[in-house]
């Protein structure tokens, strides 16, 4: 399974930004979803996490300015940025657990990462 994210840029403290990321391959289905970031000289962290029903999760620094939801007919999911600070700079990578099937039917379980997109915000 391959995902596609898109949406960083940059943008002033306080302002928004919406990144999205879809799924796309042969014969999937796709269980949980996540985004995480990785700032410079740190390690990557979890934002927030959404299961298939909707579930959400989220690490204590983005709750109530982050949002995470997700579209399954399109196999997609979306981390919609709001009230931004500058500690907030990362690239961020989109995850997603996932089941495929090969052409002889075998199932393969895997976790799956976007390529990441920059978001950066001044001051």
């Known amino acids: 399974v391959q995902l596609q994210a898109s949406g960083g840029g940059l943008v002033q403290a306080g302002g928004s930004l919406r990144l999205s990321c879809v799924a796309s391959g042969r014969r999937f289905s796709i269980n949980n979803m996540g985004w995480y970031r990785q700032a410079a000289g740190n390690q990557r962290e979890l934002v927030a996490s959404?299961?298939?029903?909707?579930?959400?999760n989220y690490a204590e620094s983005v709750k109530g300015r982050f949002t995470i939801s997700r579209d399954n007919e399109k196999n997609t999911v979306y981390l919609q940025l709001n009230n931004l600070k500058p500690e907030d700079t990362a690239v961020y990578y989109c995850?997603?657990?996932?089941?495929?099937?090969?052409?002889?039917?075998?199932?393969?379980?895997?976790?799956?990462w976007g390529q990441g997109t920059q978001v950066t915000v001044s001051s």
């Open positions: 995850e997603a657990d996932s089941l495929s099937w090969l052409d002889d039917g075998s199932p393969v379980v895997a976790r799956d």
């Open positions: 959404i299961t298939k029903r909707g579930e959400t």
